[in-house]
Each structure stands twice: as C-alpha cells, then as structure tokens.
C-alpha cells in the first residue's frame, strides 16, 4: 500500500510539473507577443503581479466567503509580489496551489451547508446586513464560518420568501410552509452550485491568461481555440444558432422565450414558447440551470464547438422532457441592418446598424457597410428627405467596415489618424470618391454605442455631416487584431491592441467617449459601465492636427440645429422622467447602503422598492406622438416574397413608433430642411 501512494505522489508532482511548465511557457509566450506588438506595451513587474493576484483571487471568492483570512494572508505573502518573478521562472505552480486551496474551501463549506440544511433557522436573532459594491478585504475565522453563511442564507431565504407573494400579511399567515419552500431550494441550489464547481474541471490557466492579458489593457485578450471562433461568429450575421430566444422570468428560470419558425428548434416539433430549460448537454457534460452559472448556461448554448445539445425542458410545471437539438447556420436578426421610413408627409429614412458585422471569410457580400448601401438605395427610391442612423447598443465589430461605410457618407477625404506601436503615423482614407446618400443626417448614439461605431459616428461629426444625438459613448479608440501564439499549433491566440485612432481633428474619443450635439437622458446611465471604468484603460491624449479636410456644412448650422434641439426638449416630460428615474436607479445600485434589518418586514420592503422602480422601468413608454413608421415601397414587396419575416418586421415597427429619440431626430432634419 506505502508503495502505491508513494508511486501516486510521484505521478501527481510529475503532473504538476508539467501543468506549471506548459503554464509558464505559454504565458511567457503571451508576455513576447505583447512587447512585440501591443500599442502600450508595459514590464512585467510588481504592479503586474498585483493585478493578477487579486482579479484571481476576487474571481473565485468575490463575496470572501471560500477563504480564510489565514489562508488569503498566506497567498498573498507567498504571491502577490511574486507572480511576474515565479512566471520568469517557469514555475507556475502557484495555480495549483490557489486551486487546491479554493477546492479545500469549497468542500468545507459544502459540509457547512448540508449541517444548516438539516437543522431549523432561527428568524428572531437580531442581526443587520449590509451590501458592498466594491470588494472588501478577507475578513472570515475558521470559527465563523457557519455564522457567516447562516447570516448570508437567511437573508436568501427571506428575500425568497419575500417574492411568492405581494401581500406581507399573507406571507406571514403561511410562514412555516414558505419557508420550508424557500429554505430547501435555497440551500439546494448553492450545494448544487458547489458540486458544479467541484465536479468542473477547476482549471485557471484560462482566468490566468486572461487577467494577465488585461493589465495592458481591458481589450486584449487571451483565446482558445474555441473562444477564437464564437469571437470570431459574432461578428457574423449568420453563425450556428439553436433558432430560439430565451430570458430569465421573476424566478430566475430561463424561459423559452421565441421560437424561430425557420430554426432546428422549432423543427423539433417539441419546443414551445414558455417551456422552462432545466438543464443542458452538449454530450460531454450536463449543466443543471438552477445551480450553474449564466455565464456557463450562455457559453453552452451559443459555443461553436457544441454542434448539438440536448435541452431538458419542463412546461407548465409537469414532468421533465429531453430535447435533441442539431444547430444550423441562420441568419441573426440582432446581428443585420434594417430599415423604415418615418412620416407620410416628411418621409425621413431610418437605418439601424445593431453591430458592424463582416465577412470575414470574403466568400459572399455579407458585410454591414454593403447591407446599409442597399437600404440607403431602397429608401431613396422612396425620395426620403434625411436619414437617421441609429447606432443605440451598436458594440462595434469590424473596422473595415465602419471605413467603408463612413466613406459611403464623406465625399471625400481622411477619416482618421492611426499610430501603432512604434509610434509611427499613418492616414485611413475615404476609399470610395462620392456620396451614396447627399440629404441631412441624424445619428442616435449611447452609452453602449462602442468602438467602430464611435469611430464611425465622430467622423461623421467632424465632417459636419451629422449631427448626433443621445448621450456620450463608450470611449473606445483602439484596434484590435488576432495572432496566433504558435502557429505550429494554431490552438492559442491572442486578442491584441496594436492601434490608437484620432480624429481629423487631432483630438481622441479614447476614454472620455464621443461626446453628441443634443445631449438627451438614457436609461442606466450612471450604472453602464464605460472605458474610463476600467483600471488599466489607455487614457485619453491628442496629437497636433496636420490633415486637410472639407466639411460638409458650416458648423455653426450643426451647433444652431443643436440648440433648438435642447430647448425644444426642456419641458419634455419622457426625458425629464428619465432623469428622475435615474436617480432613483443611482442611490438603488451607486450610493452607499445602510445596515438593514434581518426581519421578513424589512427585507419586503427592500424588495418593494425594487420591484415598483422596475415596474416603472418597464412600462414606461411615450404614448405622445406617436410616429409613422412604415416599411419601403421595395421591403413591401420582399414581405410578400418571405412571409416568415413579418412577425419581426412589425415588432420592430412597434417599438419605432413610441421611441422618443427617433421622433427628436426626425425634429432636427424636418428644421433642416426649412431652413435651406
């Protein structure tokens, strides 16, 4: 027996040796690549080391429940300093370490949970709790352990409680049996959730790569094979899809929530709107909802790789089904460019852009620059008198393509200024002579609205060929490009920032964001997070001017149209209600809370409050002035031609018709044309 365990103990340090040696080699590989390529590469240090340490650390323990603080202070003394000198080394071991000791964690608290699940709660104890939303030091005594999760799972419970019923009198009358609900799916889900974890393979090396990807810079990235090649879908307006739409119910369920009649889930013949999805296979390894995380769920659904799943459905609360489900590729309806004219009279043409998906394979004219052409076309034959592009949520996506369809829009002339990293200047062009479309021009832009869409939306402000509308992007104004880290392999990539784009003008959206003409109110802005958010964020600079260009009308017509624009919304109540809803959104999620009770009473109240703000949220529209909003003459013949499309085409109508900031837009052109 002492000679097998002694054999065992060999086979596992040779293991290790192993894992960490291969770790080393390919982190060092990325750490090359980056000080080869990247615009602002940095030395791998202390600072480095830091950085990495805790984004691991806060990933696996966010809420510092899993570690002791003994068991942090002995980590962070052995590593925190030590990472960038360990890595140069080739002694990645560390990971193992880490793991082993968050997997130590993750067993006793297991035992924790199955003591409390078999024993009463006591719901008279006084006791506070408050919530952070900033991470806070490691704090946990092997003695507390159960004290704290008991604390954490009796708040769960009754916030759970709290849910099933809008009468608190009710709640209270049926106590005992709600919480004996409440208390066993609570306790069930976050053992379940911990033997996920457990049963997973705890593997780092992907976090690892990742955080230390990310102290260059928020858009650099580390890619596996498969990673590379969901990335790379997404940028596609076609890719492998289960044909379905699902979204989470008041419970937390995923619910199916449409149902593509051209996709393999409907041609299943056993998938309906409303099943509830319990668990999910792709044939190697089975998630059960309720326990794992939507992270992981999102991941299984939409990996390239997984070809095939095998959905387990409930509906109506009955006995559970299994679904086989063989993925085809289909068109993304939230991935392609679609059109409308609004007005009878006015006839303003409407184009949203939801992402600058490409053809990355050059195989077909796929891409969002020439998809837009062909609506710009299509509308024109309708004789509109301006167009509004709307780039609200738009992420980004391929550069050639935000190139191109700024080109279609500037006569002539730069776009934009790039330095790489050997700081050397370099000039993008307007690579078409001449204009698809010569009428006024309105573009609705947000918090969310990112990248190549910022790049594209602040040429067109710096040509005076739009004005913009909405509120400050993102503040991206960098470039990414794919490598591989061994092309002898072709397994491990590496997402890397190489560019930084400026202005004709000089300046840089980078950081601060592209700033609109009309500033209106959106919906969260205090909470979406933006680049100046992230830590590692490359700061805003700008660059002496030296480009000659044309703008297309005088500035002083823009800033005018823009004035008139703010004054005419002053008094308007659906922007002015946002601004109080916002706030009411900024002291729920940004402002620090106070301690409140642990009673039923309270907890209720809390979830009252939350409840009656999303309430507000999402059933506030504009019924004012509704818009016609109509397709175009040659749309309305493609309806004809594709039945299947209708049903999407009138949501979208729909959801046109109430949206304040396309009837502002139409304002703006409408004041254009009768001034000329």
Not at 132 to 154: A, G, H, N, Q, T
Not at 475 to 499: C, P, R, V, W, Y
Not at 571 to 599: G, H, R, W, Y
Not at 638 to 664: M, R, S, V
Request: charged share 25%; glycine share 4%; with cysteine.
């Amino acid at each position: 027996m002492k000679k097998i365990w002694l054999v065992f103990l060999l086979t596992s340090t040779v293991l290790f040796s192993q894992n960490s040696a291969e770790t080393c080699e390919l982190v060092n590989k990325i750490n090359a690549l980056i000080q080869a390529e990247h615009i602002r590469p940095k030395p791998m240090d202390d600072s480095l080391s830091v950085y990495v340490f805790d984004n691991l650390i806060n990933g696996l323990d966010p809420s510092r429940n899993i570690f002791y603080k003994s068991e942090y202070d002995e980590m962070a003394a052995k590593y925190r300093l030590n990472l960038d000198d360990l890595i140069l080394s080739d002694d990645c071991s560390f990971l193992a370490n880490i793991t082993d000791k968050y997997k130590t964690g993750l067993l006793r608290t297991k035992a924790v949970l199955e003591k409390i699940q078999a024993g009463p709660i006591d719901y008279t104890k006084k006791d506070t709790i408050r919530f952070y939303k900033k991470s806070f030091p490691f704090y946990l005594k092997k003695e507390d352990l159960e004290k704290v999760w008991l604390k954490k799972l009796r708040y769960q419970i009754l916030d759970e409680m709290a849910e099933t019923s809008e009468n608190l009198d009710s709640i209270k009358a049926n106590f005992k049996s709600i919480e004996l609900a409440s208390r066993k799916l609570i306790l069930t889900n976050e053992i379940c959730r911990i033997n996920t974890l457990l049963e997973t393979k705890l593997k780092q090396e992907e976090n690892f790569y990742n955080f230390f990807c990310t102290y260059f810079d928020p858009h650099t990235a580390y890619f596996s094979d498969d990673s590379k090649t969901s990335f790379v879908a997404s940028l596609s307006k076609e890719h492998l899809s289960l044909g379905m739409s699902v979204n989470l119910n008041e419970k937390n369920e995923i619910i199916i929530e449409e149902i593509d009649p051209n996709g393999p889930a409907y041609k299943t013949g056993q998938i309906k709107k409303g099943d509830q999805i319990v668990s999910i296979s792709n044939q190697k390894e089975t998630l059960q909802v309720s326990c794992a995380s939507l992270e992981s769920i999102s991941t299984m659904i939409l990996s390239e790789s997984n070809k095939s799943i095998t959905l387990t459905l409930k509906r109506n609360s009955g006995k559970s089904f299994d679904v086989y489900i063989e993925k085809q590729v289909m068109k993304d309806e939230e991935n392609s460019v679609f059109s409308f004219i609004v007005g009878k009279e006015s006839k303003i043409g409407y184009i949203k852009i939801p992402s600058f998906y490409a053809d990355l394979d050059g195989t077909s004219r796929k891409g969002c620059a020439d998809d837009v052409a062909r609506e710009v076309i299509k509308l024109e034959r309708d004789n509109i008198k301006g167009l509004v592009i709307d780039l609200i949520d738009n992420g980004g996506g391929s550069m050639e393509e935000a190139i191109k369809m700024a080109g279609m829009f500037i006569d002539y002339g730069p776009l934009s200024i790039v330095i790489d990293n050997k700081q050397q200047t370099s000039v993008i062009n307007d690579p078409y002579k001449g204009l698809i479309y010569k009428g006024p021009i309105v573009v609705l832009i947000n918090s969310n609205t990112a990248s190549a869409s910022e790049f594209f939306s602040s040429i067109l402000q710096d040509y005076n060929r739009a004005l913009l509308l909405g509120s400050s992007t993102l503040g991206k104004a960098t470039m990414q490009t794919i490598l591989s880290l061994d092309e002898s392999k072709n397994t491990d990539f590496l997402k890397i920032t190489i560019n930084k784009f400026y202005r004709v003008t000089g300046k840089s959206h980078q950081y601060i964001g592209v700033k609109p003409d009309v500033v209106l109110p959106e919906f969260y802005e205090g909470v979406y997070q933006k680049e100046s958010d992230f830590p590692t964020a490359i700061k805003n600079d700008s660059i002496e001017p030296f480009l000659k260009y044309r703008p297309y009308v005088k500035r002083n017509l823009i800033d005018k149209l823009a004035k008139n624009s703010t004054v005419r919304l002053t008094d308007n109540s659906f922007f002015n209600n946002i601004k109080k809803i916002n706030l009411k959104i900024d002291q729920l999620v940004n402002i620090p809370k106070a301690e409140i009770p642990m009673t039923l009473d309270a907890i209720f109240q809390q979830k009252k409050i939350v409840n009656s703000l999303w309430t507000e949220i999402s059933t506030f529209n504009d019924e004012n002035n509704p818009l016609e909003v109509y397709n175009s003459t040659v749309n309305q013949f493609l309806l004809g031609a594709y039945p299947t499309e209708k049903t999407i085409n009138q949501y979208q109508i729909d959801n046109l018709k109430t949206n304040p900031y396309l009837n502002e837009a139409v304002n703006v052109i409408n004041e254009f044309n009768a001034a000329k």
